[in-house]
């Protein structure tokens, strides 16, 4: 049967491989900041113009999976530290989009979110469900640098960027119900990846490794 199933062990090196990698992908640097600004612009481009293509892009460039993945990893292995750390770099980088959304916006030509193509519309179970298979299989595909060309997809799958974006819309103008839906959005899909990925990463053992890695956090 092996021409059916073939089994592929998963090394030290690996995981170490993968935590570090996971770790330096989360770090707080420019660059992160840079795609953080990026991706807002997108969003906000892509719900004034009612472009599914374009809030595509900002789903691709959005980097908020990596600081979650690094919480999950911090919570996983017992590391408050590491977890504080990626929590804050989520919570500053969801105020930039934030911020940069609302004052974009002030200065581009009126429009509505009528949302003929895209909806900000909150449904708790396939919202949660979506972010549970996105966060285990996102995990795992750092863990598995085969899968790693999926994590594309997850950013596709799961919303982040997008309704981050419509909230901050949303306040700006005093539209509470389109706030307090969209914001669910985004709240459902951060606790779905969240335990999605911890779930993958207590599975593979991850802390043991983690341990060994020591000081050498980049983050």
């Known amino acids: 049967m092996a021409f059916l199933f073939e089994t592929r062990p ?3 090196e690996s995981r170490r491989t993968a935590i570090l990698d996971l770790l330096e992908n989360a770090r707080p640097d420019r660059d992160f900041y840079i795609l953080v600004v990026g ?3 997108f969003a906000l481009c892509g719900i004034a113009l009612d472009s599914l293509p374009v809030l595509i892009g900002a789903m691709i460039v959005a980097p908020l999976a990596a600081p979650i993945l690094a919480l999950g990893l911090g919570l996983s292995v017992g590391d ?6 990626s929590l804050s770099t989520l919570m500053v980088a969801s105020l930039l989009a ?6 974009v916006a002030h ?4 429009f509505t979110i009528n949302g003929t193509f895209i909806s900000f519309v909150a449904h708790p179970f396939y919202d949660i469900a979506i972010a549970l298979i996105a966060g285990a299989i996102a ?3 750092h863990v598995r640098a085969k899968v790693g ?5 997850i950013g596709v799958a799961v919303s982040l960027m997008p309704p981050l974006v419509a909230s901050a819309l949303a306040l700006s103008i005093l539209d509470l119900s389109l706030f307090r ?14 335990a999605g990925s911890i779930i993958i990463l207590i599975t593979f053992g991850t802390g043991k490794n983690y341990r060994d890695i020591g000081n050498k956090d980049p983050m």
């Open 10 to 12: 998963f090394s030290e």
């Open 39 to 41: 991706a807002a612009l």
């Open 80 to 85: 408050l530290r590491l977890a504080a750390r």
């Open 98 to 103: 934030a911020v940069v959304t609302a004052v």
């Open 107 to 110: 200065f581009l030509p009126p």
């Open 139 to 141: 995990a795992y595909g």
């Open 149 to 153: 060309g999926a994590l594309t997809g």
């Open 181 to 194: 839906e969209a914001s669910l959005i985004f709240v459902f899909n951060v606790g779905g990846i969240l």
